[in-house]
């Protein structure tokens, strides 16, 4: 059962197609060529693309160039202290959603989930189909089958708590997926988040939420701004293991080259959402 805008991910799929048409054909493909590969019309294809994005398709493909995690790193490098400091997340996260969150306690968590009720259900999202999970407490999970498929996304995430109970229960998260991804109906919620994760691991996911939107920082700083500045190995781990995937902005950490490194539900997605944040913090 699907609840939230369906346009959303209709519009990711002609996205996920032009990515992999550009990638094929480099930044010189015109909108009529990209129209033409769709089977769309060169003003259609335009509209989708500017109704997602708010920007030309030929001002897009710059965002999904290779070489884009390099321009984000030299132009807005985001440096963690500072934004610890400042509070930057608050001010310049997505749909200015005020996150709350709390973790499970590492005893709890040891326990692999036993005795936590988690509900579940699959929502359209601007990335393709998104499996959210949440407690009571908030939402402990979202994945994206875009690229794994949803039986895999379904096992990755049941697989991180595997003796939890879980209910089927889209209505009871819709709320906050809504705010999570832009309600429709032009009503933000709070979006609570419930951690679930090793100690270490939350310090890493606390830090990725003061990464502000269309921003990118590096393994490396993140190491440096939660005080283990040798433990760039364990922090790239730890963000790759991130279970709350968009709102917990792990698609923001780059390899210091520039890179843009692994990403859980796969590379397409990760740069999808670079260009999708970067194209509307420039339009």
């Not at 209709?10 to 054909?25: E, F, K, N, P, T």
């Not at 984000?72 to 400091?85: D, I, K, M, N, Q």
Request: glycine share 12%; net charge positive.
């Amino acid at each position: 059962m699907n609840i939230a805008v369906p346009e959303n991910g209709y519009h990711y799929g002609v996205m996920r197609r032009a990515i992999d048409l550009i990638d094929q054909g480099g930044d010189g493909l015109s909108l009529d060529a990209l129209a033409r590969q769709m089977d769309m019309s060169p003003a259609h294809f335009q509209r989708l693309f500017s109704a997602w994005v708010g920007v030309s398709p030929k001002r897009y493909q710059q965002y999904l160039k290779l070489g884009h995690a390099k321009a984000l790193l030299a132009g807005r490098f985001t440096t963690l202290e500072t934004a610890l400091a400042t509070g930057l997340s608050g001010s310049g996260r997505l749909h200015d959603l005020f996150l709350r969150w709390e973790a499970m306690s590492p005893g709890d968590y040891a326990r692999g989930g036993a005795g936590l009720e988690i509900f579940w259900g699959w929502f359209d999202s601007p990335f393709g189909p998104a499996l959210v999970m949440g407690t009571e407490k908030g939402i402990c999970g979202i994945g994206f089958a875009a690229e794994t498929g949803a039986e895999a996304a379904m096992a990755d995430l049941r697989g991180r708590w595997p003796k939890a109970r879980y209910v089927e229960d889209p209505r009871m998260l819709r709320p906050w997926v809504l705010s999570a991804f832009g309600a429709s109906d032009g009503r933000l919620t709070d979006t609570p988040l419930y951690l679930i994760g090793a100690p270490f691991q939350i310090k890493v996911w606390e830090a990725l939420l003061h990464i502000p939107s269309g921003h990118v920082t590096s393994y490396s700083e993140i190491a440096e701004a939660i005080g283990h500045p040798k433990a760039v190995r364990a922090v790239g781990t730890a963000v790759g293991r991130n279970p709350v995937s968009w709102l917990i902005p792990c698609h923001r950490a780059l390899r210091k080259s520039g890179g843009l490194g692994g990403y859980h539900w796969g590379l397409p997605v990760k740069r999808a959402m670079l260009a999708w944040e970067s194209a509307r913090a420039e339009a």
